[in-house]
């Protein structure tokens, strides 16, 4: 069963950074894509971006790209979310996800083919 531990979260102000982390087990980490993604208060969930086995490829949405970075880390089972330049818009409980099969080095969007999630962490942004 695989297992996702999300940790970095907290209260920052306007133009500040947050780092995520999570950490994964349970299988061959490096085999599959990885993901985050969010959910504000009364909002659907949100795909932030992802990432593919290699760490080579990665993907955002338009409302962080330029602001937040994907990167993992396989010897370690770590992926992480760097955000910077945080906006209260960007105040969410924020989950990693791993991809549900490997479809090889490439990111994977669509948060169906994703099977497995972590618990969430808040991050919460003051103006």
């Known amino acids: 069963q695989v297992q996702l531990v999300e940790s970095g979260g907290g209260l920052v102000q306007t133009g500040d950074s947050l780092r995520l982390s999570c950490a994964a087990s349970?299988?061959?980490?490096?085999?599959?894509?990885m993901g985050w993604f969010r959910q504000a208060p009364g909002k659907e969930r949100e795909f932030v971006g992802g990432i593919s086995t290699s760490g080579g490829r990665t993907y955002y949405a338009d409302s962080v790209k330029g602001r937040f970075t994907i990167s993992r880390d396989n010897a370690n089972n770590l992926v992480y979310l760097q955000m910077n330049s945080l906006k209260p818009e960007d105040t969410a409980v924020y989950y990693c996800?791993?991809?549900?099969?490997?479809?090889?080095?490439?990111?994977?969007?669509?948060?169906?083919?994703?099977?497995?999630w972590g618990q969430g962490t808040q991050v919460t942004v003051s103006s």
């Open positions: 996800a791993a991809a549900r099969f490997s479809f090889g080095d490439t990111v994977v969007r669509g948060s169906h083919n994703y099977g497995y």
């Open positions: 349970g299988r061959t980490f490096s085999a599959y894509a």
